[in-house]
């Protein structure tokens, strides 16, 4: 009567493996849920990560007790972040285990996510090391337009005097930047899954509130009119074998009008952190977060901030704002 009812999973049912039924799940989410390539592909590593702690277990063998040891053991050797997004996954897999009856219910929807105590590198103490100042910006773009070439210096400035996501500079076109007026307009990010130049593919940015227009100073502005016009020239000289099915403006040294790569650039922003004797470890993304920094001594509110990046709430520019208007707060005070 328990089996009919669902509240038990009937035998011949109970040999699938997680493993086996996460791939099912993933051909059905990738059919159904209507989202990106790449949010696919994340779906696909978690699924991985999954499968070498429990892929073995059977489905009918989860339960909480279970659920929770794995949890536990991905605490140990992820983030909190890249941990709630392979619980997540799992998650899905299981609820759609027991709407197929291959599961009496779900154990995760009971677990709990192991918390770390916050330790001394937690506190805002050393928040500083999540941006550059405005004088280790300035040394950098020096040592860049120093030691690189004219693309590469372009490229990392219009990052941290735009704030756009590296995905989004890679995908830039023509075609997007208005020099009269001088704006840019984020429309695509770049995507890559296997490193592999010819291999990109470009889709819609990452949220709704990515798509925007940017103003750039007119300084900004014009190193990208003459990287635009370089490129233009390189086209011309390499036309028989210029990849023109977009005019991107940051393009491949080996693959002629092929989108540059992120791990060619990042490879390059590495040894230019090195030369300018900067943490060799800094993201791309120390560079968004600059412009956050810089944007908030400016004098910037917050919404205009998340508005010029594209983001409804991050956490990281939140405690950046917070940390350099501190001192603009106690201005006021005295001023009164």
């Known amino acids: 009567n ?12 109970s040999s699938v493996t997680i493993a086996e ?6 051909d059905h989410y990738k059919a159904t849920s209507g989202n990106k390539v790449s949010t696919v592909n994340d779906r696909r590593r978690s699924i991985i990560t999954i499968n070498k702690y429990i892929g073995n ?46 599961l009496a219910s779900n154990p995760a929807r009971d677990a709990k996510k192991p918390k770390k105590a916050e330790t001394l590198d937690d506190v805002d103490d050393d928040i500083e090391e999540w941006y550059l100042s405005k004088s280790e910006l300035t040394h950098l773009l020096n040592v860049v337009k120093d030691t690189g070439d004219l693309q590469r210096y372009t490229l990392i400035r219009l990052l941290a005097y735009t704030g756009m996501r590296i995905g989004e500079a890679l995908a830039l076109e023509v075609s997007r930047v208005n020099i009269e007026k001088s704006t840019i307009k984020i429309r695509r990010t770049y995507c890559n899954d296997t490193g592999r130049v010819q291999d990109y593919y470009l889709q819609t940015p990452k949220t709704k509130s990515s798509i925007r227009d940017i103003d750039i100073d007119t300084e900004t502005m014009d190193i990208l009119r003459m990287c635009i016009y370089e490129q233009r020239r390189n086209k011309m000289r390499q036309r ?3 990849h023109d099915k977009h005019d991107f403006i940051f393009t491949s040294r080996r693959y002629p009008g092929y989108p540059t790569t992120h791990g060619a650039e990042y490879y390059n922003y590495k040894k230019y952190l090195k030369a300018a004797q900067l943490n060799p470890d800094y993201t791309f993304h120390v560079l968004r977060h600059t412009h956050a920094s810089l944007l908030a001594e400016s004098g910037a509110t917050l919404e205009q901030i998340q508005e010029r990046l594209g983001h409804v709430n991050d956490e990281i520019t939140r405690r950046i704002y917070l940390h350099i208007t501190k001192v603009s707060k106690a201005n006021v005070i005295a001023n009164f």
Do not use: P
């Not at 009919?4 to 009937?10: N, S």
């Not at 009918?60 to 605490?75: H, P, Q, R, V």
């Open 21 to 26: 039924f996460a791939q099912v799940w993933l």
């Open 240 to 242: 028989d074998v210029w």
């Open 2 to 13: 328990e089996a009919d009812k669902g509240v038990v999973v009937k035998k011949q049912k």
């Open 57 to 102: 277990v059977r489905i009918c063998d989860i339960t909480l007790l279970m659920y929770n040891k794995f949890l536990e053991a991905l605490s140990q050797d992820y983030a909190a972040n890249t941990l709630s997004n392979i619980h997540a996954v799992a998650s899905m897999i299981l609820d759609y285990a027991t709407e197929c009856s291959l």
